[in-house]
């Protein structure tokens, strides 16, 4: 590199830290009574600046996992990690906004505890944060639209032109991430921060989710009132649609509560005019008492200024009963607070009633007011690995059930032996209502990219032949609200399960030798 190009990197590197000096000095000015949690979370908050670099010695010697799991460093050296998305393939999809980038972490196939390869799979994108993949297609949400391209989970690349399916998202302002997932209905959902701290927004998508096809067509205003949901995820025994949201700042260490709301269509959440559990706000709250008859209230209360972002539900069956109704949450932490709070993983636990108990999960990012890292997101992948992402260190963590076998992945998709069947599973059901199943099987079997695991000639595809020896139709139907790891246990309806039964066991018969 010659002298010139140092020379304006450089420069850049000092108007970057002039600006963020004057952006705080204001804020000290507006806010005399302003509170830091750390000069380095604020300068990470406002311009990622990164941390020190996670080690697999820091790891272990820093960070405590709950009991009866293990904590490895999978990948460490990846700046500005963000959202996660693992594939069917077995691979890791990470967003990383502030290069412009997603980048796939190669599964692993040797067991080492390591991604096998690395690679680039889009650049010079405009800040691209939430990631998603089905049907055959990666979605993702930049700042200002979002887009997609064709994915392949069984080889892990992309092939086409990159197409923004939705444009016109307000960009810019405080919160300028955009997540995007795709529901169990098919749809796409997204979520647009708000433009402030605090204000009357003038976009009427600030501060909400949407809803549309996955072709981008028939966009719905979903839910407002949420002044940063970054995470959300459906739980797989309700189908209910849980979202994580960020409480405003400057009203103090302990208020407002930063929130897990139950996401209805049509539901008001209550920002900027109400916080938490029905308090009018001191700056906006006048004059908009009727709101608080219709705003809803979170479902949970998280502690101010904790920051919970990426969340999501567990659906590995062969976890202990305790973690079969109950989430991660992935708390980044305050920067605006005398104390620091937050920077964890959160377990939340629902009882039969619908109350949620929360606890730590993952903890040790923080110490005595020392900061060695900042949680994203969670996910959990189809051999029951868990993920953390970390921007601040910039790491990608995997947690195991510590069993002592759980670091390998898995080579096949056990399937449970069940009472044998009648000679003929499918007896009874007519030609039209097999062939129904079979045209809601194909739609199922692309939305969750099932290819990626149960690909013909491979162990676990060829398990599907003979399955119509090993199950009854309801056995079948009954499987898969319960599957045996690492099958992730997908949200279908009693009809969906009942349909991809039918199409399983016709399939099996029609390749059976004659």
Not at 27 to 42: A, Q, S, Y
Not at 226 to 232: E, I, K, M, T
Not at 315 to 331: D, E, H, K, T
Request: net charge negative; with cysteine.
């Amino acid at each position: 590199m010659t002298v010139r190009p140092l020379l304006i990197l450089a420069w850049c590197a000092i108007a970057l830290l002039v600006l963020a000096a004057a952006l705080v000095a204001a804020m000290l000015v507006l806010t005399p009574n302003l509170e830091i949690t750390n000069w380095r979370m604020m300068l990470n908050a406002m311009t990622g600046a990164q941390g020190p670099q996670a080690s697999a010695s820091s790891v272990g010697q820093l960070l405590t996992v709950r009991e009866g799991f293990r904590l490895d460093l999978y990948a460490g050296d990846v700046p500005k990690a963000r959202f996660l998305r693992p594939t069917a393939g077995g691979d890791l999809l990470v967003s990383q906004p502030r290069l412009g980038q997603v980048l796939l972490l190669g599964r692993d196939t040797n067991g080492d505890g390591r991604p096998e390869r690395r690679e680039v799979l889009l650049k010079d994108l405009d800040r691209p944060h939430g990631l998603d993949v089905g049907d055959g297609w990666l979605y993702i949400g930049e700042s200002a639209a979002v887009g997609r391209i064709a994915f392949d989970a069984a080889s892990g690349t992309v092939s086409g032109a990159y197409e923004r399916i939705l444009t016109g998202l307000p960009a810019g302002g405080n919160h300028w991430s955009r997540t995007v997932r795709l529901g169990p209905d098919g749809w796409l959902y997204v979520t647009i921060g708000s433009s402030c701290n605090v204000c009357a927004e003038e976009h009427p998508w600030r501060a909400s989710m949407l809803r549309l096809r996955p072709d981008g067509s028939a966009v719905e205003h979903y839910a407002t009132g949420l002044r940063n949901s970054v995470g959300f995820d459906w739980a797989p025994w309700s189908g209910e649609l849980f979202a994580t949201d960020n409480g405003r700042d400057l009203l103090g260490d302990d208020f407002p509560p930063c929130e897990l709301n139950r996401i209805v269509a049509g539901g008001f959440y209550g920002w900027p005019f109400i916080n938490g559990d029905g308090v009018l706000d001191p700056d906006m709250g006048a004059g908009h008492e009727a709101l608080l008859v219709s705003a809803l209230s979170p479902a949970h209360g998280f502690r101010a200024h904790t920051a919970p972002l990426g969340i999501t539900f567990l659906r590995n069956a062969a976890l202990p009963a305790a973690y079969r109704r109950a989430a991660l949450v992935a708390l980044h932490g305050s920067w605006n607070r005398s104390t620091p709070d937050g920077y964890k993983v959160v377990l939340l636990q629902w009882d039969e009633s619908g109350r949620i108990a929360e606890s730590d999960f993952l903890s040790g990012f923080e110490a005595n007011g020392n900061i060695i890292g900042r949680p994203v997101d969670v996910a959990e992948a189809a051999d029951g690995s868990i993920f953390v992402s970390d921007d601040y260190a910039g790491a990608i963590y995997r947690i195991v059930p510590d069993d002592g076998t759980s670091s390998a992945p898995a080579a096949a998709m056990p399937v449970p032996a069940t009472a044998p069947g009648a000679a003929d599973p499918l007896a009874g059901i007519d030609a039209d209502t097999i062939a129904a199943a079979h045209t809601e099987a194909q739609r199922l079997w692309r939305r969750h990219a099932c290819a990626g695991c149960h690909a013909p000639g491979t162990p676990v595809g060829d398990k599907l032949e003979s399955v119509d020896a090993r199950y009854t139709l309801q056995s079948l139907a009954d499987y898969f609200t319960a599957p045996t790891t690492p099958m992730p246990m997908f949200p279908l309806s009693e009809a969906e399960r009942r349909s991809l039964a039918i199409h399983l066991l016709a399939s099996a018969r029609e390749a059976a030798p004659r």
